[in-house]
């Protein structure tokens, strides 16, 4: 059975850190990409990051770029996602999601939530004083 499980939100104050995981299993699959997506109340889920399988391909929204970090460890079937200098409006429940029905996307390593297949079931990260 397919599952992603995030880990690692909670309460930070702006300018910490926090480190999020997205541990997958059930599926086997050659080439695939996990993406980082959030939600905060009242807005639309947005793309933050993805990383494909091969870890040679990542993809950032312009909002993250330079303050967070998306790896993955294959043998531990997790990506990570470093998140330094955060801000209030980083605040929201986060999603990991795997991407494998759309090649072209998986190369592109794409951060459109719907091109994604299977999702986690989120994390809260809150960022406040």
């Known amino acids: 059975q397919l599952q992603l499980v995030e880990s690692g939100g909670g309460l930070v104050q702006p300018g910490g850190s926090l480190r999020l995981s997205c541990k997958y299993s059930g599926f086997m699959l050659d080439y695939y990409a996990i993406g980082w997506f959030r939600q905060a109340p009242g807005k639309e889920r947005e793309g933050v990051s993805c990383?494909?399988?091969?870890?040679?391909?990542?993809n950032y929204a312009d909002s993250v770029r330079g303050r967070f970090t998306i790896s993955s460890d294959g043998a531990k079937n997790t990506v990570y996602l470093q998140m330094n200098r955060l801000k209030p409006e980083d605040t929201g429940v986060y999603y990991c999601?795997?991407?494998?029905?759309?090649?072209?996307?998986?190369?592109?390593?794409?951060?459109?939530?719907?091109?994604?297949?299977?999702w986690g079931q989120g994390t809260q990260v809150t960022v406040s004083s």
């Open positions: 990383i494909s399988s091969t870890a040679d391909i990542t």
């Open positions: 999601a795997l991407l494998y029905s759309d090649y072209d996307s998986i190369t592109s390593c794409s951060i459109s939530s719907t091109l994604f297949d299977d």
